[in-house]
């Protein structure tokens, strides 16, 4: 039974539960197919409890499939989940400890924004008295009072999507799901949005899960982030983790931009035959004539197009052995200034050899 | 050499025309379905209506242009004419109802749960009917509840007689040949539902028949009167099924109507009147409910 979870004390979520903080989702094993595709391998993962973990990966990768998974709207074709320590494998959603935020918010067209609000109270049979007080504080806690007798279709993109984590959060579920919430705002907005969730999460102090595929968000906001790929997993670790030290090809170029350097390249620039992935703001440009410090690695080649992007300048330089090498570089000389470097200009890429990932 | 390559504009006198004189446009967007609408339509439910103040001269049976409100006053008082009325009332309801009972579970199964194969294959099983003759339609429903009939021999070992030719065997006739009416609309409306709506419910605590009731029907609301509108006023104005499948005692208002057409013309007409107020109720009904404006 999912009642436990709901039928706490009211108040503001986040006040003293003694259950907080047993929010852990265990997946062991589990792999979903559709037909002949697969959608799931065999994944193994552990999300802790009060995290905000992120699955990022491009679109088919899986991952929301998995979200889908741990919420039962799927089941699992084998393996296993557990969420706050009990297997709820076969489990429905209403039975389940958990909550969902949906990509396009799903509110329900024909109810109130409160009546939208209260709905997973209503269906538990709450009292009246107690859904009004409950949905009040929801309402107050996105800042959304004023619409509470609106219908959704008289809201904006971004309220709406406050009233969809409303009403998830207003059940005061162990875990929170949200499918890529943020995807159909513009960009300001789902900034605001961003520091909006990463609050709320704080407050209430509950496991978000969250999917997404820009990578940009996902370094903001996570406390981890898995890395998805082909329905599998293929890093999981802190924002810090999956940058710096991408462990794959695949994490190296789909978390930012990324110098990938092959095996045989390699091998001819540093003498150790693996592959390397090196971020362009870690690449600096010199003189050709300029001698590499002994623990730096250094390309020579020519600059073939500049990229202003506002606060960085970028540098695609081919290099005489055929690579491509983007150098990033901070526009921090005076604004009237222009570019140290042009196109054409014969330049010397350099690194320090031990900032470059080894992605075997 | 150079080719030139733009065309020649040709003038075109019509389109000119058309183009500078909006109330032409309006003409000829309108002349046609108008003089359908008020021609034919209008004037002959008109001519009706006022052949229900009209009387027949008693010797010789001809319509006599008049004022006399006896067809009203006949029509009222008749205790057989007000059962009449009050009985296809009745039938007309029961088939609504009983559409829209079936409509909803198939409606939710093909739009959400069946496979595009089996969906296409129920599609075509609900509107093949509609290609079928009327007339044939309730043929075979004769054949099927008549005493030697299907029914009969299927449930004969269970010990179960059907229901003849009785007023039950009217409304399933009515709701077999109208059913399609209801189901249509609602399924179209349910596959217009995201499935989004169905996983929040599920999401937030919603078993099942909690959802339907909660979000699904009041989602189908508007489809619902669509069809009920067909299922209703289809069923009103029906006869033929009463006759050849209601036995003696279910006469519909059409019925009467009908043996009166050649008698008594005011009568007729004066009758007629009533299924009109039916159904305008029935829509004023439905419009308080504001389903009409979501329409």
Redesign the interface.
């Known amino acids: 039974m999912?009642a436990p979870h709901?039928t706490t004390t009211p108040g503001a979520p986040g006040s003293a539960d003694p259950e907080r903080g047993h929010g852990g989702v265990e997946l062991t094993a589990v792999t979903k197919r559709f037909g002949e595709t697969t959608a799931v391998d065999n994944l193994t993962l552990t999300v802790e409890s009060g995290e905000f973990f992120s699955m990022l990966g491009p679109s088919g990768s899986g991952k929301t499939t998995v979200l889908r998974l741990i919420?039962?709207?799927e089941e699992v074709t084998s393996g296993t989940i557990a969420i706050a320590g009990a297997d709820v494998t076969g489990a429905?959603?209403?039975d389940r400890t958990?909550?969902?935020v949906?990509?396009?918010y799903?509110?329900?067209?024909?109810m109130s924004i409160a009546e939208n609000v209260a709905?997973?109270l209503?269906?538990?049979k709450v009292a009246k008295a107690e859904q009004r007080e409950r949905v009040a504080t929801a309402l107050e806690q996105v800042r959304l009072s004023h619409v509470a007798d609106r219908l959704p279709h008289q809201l904006s993109g971004g309220q709406r999507q406050r009233i969809a984590l409303a009403?998830?959060l207003i059940?005061q579920p162990r875990v929170l799901l949200l499918d890529e919430p943020l995807g159909a705002l513009d960009k300001q907005l789902r900034e605001q949005m961003q520091i909006e969730l990463k609050q709320i999460q704080r407050e209430v102090g509950i496991t978000f899960i969250f999917v997404t595929h820009d990578q940009e968000e996902a370094l903001t906001l996570s406390d981890r982030i898995a890395v998805f790929n082909n329905g599998k997993v293929e890093q999981v670790g802190t924002p810090r983790e999956v940058y710096e030290y991408p462990q794959t090809a695949f994490v190296a170029s789909f978390l930012g931009l990324s110098n990938l350097i092959d095996a045989a390249h390699a091998e001819r620039l540093t003498g150790v035959a693996t592959a390397i992935s090196v971020r362009p703001e870690r690449v600096r440009l010199m003189d050709a004539r300029t001698e590499p410090a002994a623990h730096e690695t250094c390309v020579d080649g020519t600059i073939v197009e500049t990229v202003y992007t506002g606060p960085t300048t970028r540098y695609i330089v081919d290099t005489v052995d055929g690579l491509r090498v983007v150098a990033e570089r901070h526009n921090d000389h005076a604004p009237s200034d222009t570019a140290p470097y042009h196109r054409g200009d014969a330049v010397r890429a350099v690194w320090v050899t031990e900032h470059a990932a080894i992605v075997p | 050499m150079t080719t030139t390559t733009t065309t020649a504009r040709t003038s075109k006198p019509l389109s000119t025309l058309l183009y500078r004189h909006r109330w032409m446009r309006l003409v000829g967007l309108l002349s046609l379905p108008l003089t359908w609408l008020i021609g034919l339509y209008i004037v002959s439910l008109a001519l009706l209506l006022v052949t229900a103040f009209w009387y027949i001269d008693a010797f010789t049976s001809k319509v006599i242009p008049g004022f006399t409100l006896d067809n009203f006053v006949l029509v009222f008082s008749e205790p057989a004419y007000i059962t009449t009325s009050l009985r296809t009332l009745g039938v007309a309801l029961a088939v609504t109802l009983l559409s829209a009972v079936f409509a909803v579970p198939l409606g939710i199964f093909m739009a959400k749960l069946a496979s595009p194969w089996l969906r296409a294959v129920l599609a075509v099983a609900i509107t093949l009917p509609l290609w079928a003759g009327y007339l044939v339609k309730i043929l075979a429903m004769r054949i099927t509840f008549t005493e030697e009939g299907f029914f009969n021999w299927l449930m004969a070992p269970f010990g179960i007689t059907g229901p003849g030719f009785s007023i039950v065997t009217v409304v399933l006739t009515l709701t077999y040949l109208w059913f399609p009416y209801m189901a249509l609309p609602v399924y179209t409306a349910i596959r217009q539902i995201p499935v989004n709506l169905f996983d929040a419910s599920s999401d937030l605590g919603a078993h099942g028949f909690t959802t339907i009731r909660t979000v699904v029907l009041p989602l189908l609301w508007p489809a619902l009167i669509a069809g009920s509108v067909f299922t209703f006023s289809l069923s009103l104005g029906d006869y033929i099924v009463a006759r050849f499948v209601g036995g003696a005692n279910a006469q519909m208002i059409g019925s009467i109507i009908a043996s009166n057409i050649n008698l008594n013309p005011p009568v007729a007409a004066a009758f007629s009147v009533i299924p009109i107020a039916f159904v305008v109720i029935y829509l004023l009904v439905t419009r308080r409910t504001g389903a009409l404006e979501r329409m």
């Open positions: 999912s709901a919420a039962g709207f429905a959603p209403f958990v909550n969902t949906f990509q396009d799903a509110l329900f067209p024909h709905y997973g209503r269906v538990r009403r998830a059940l």
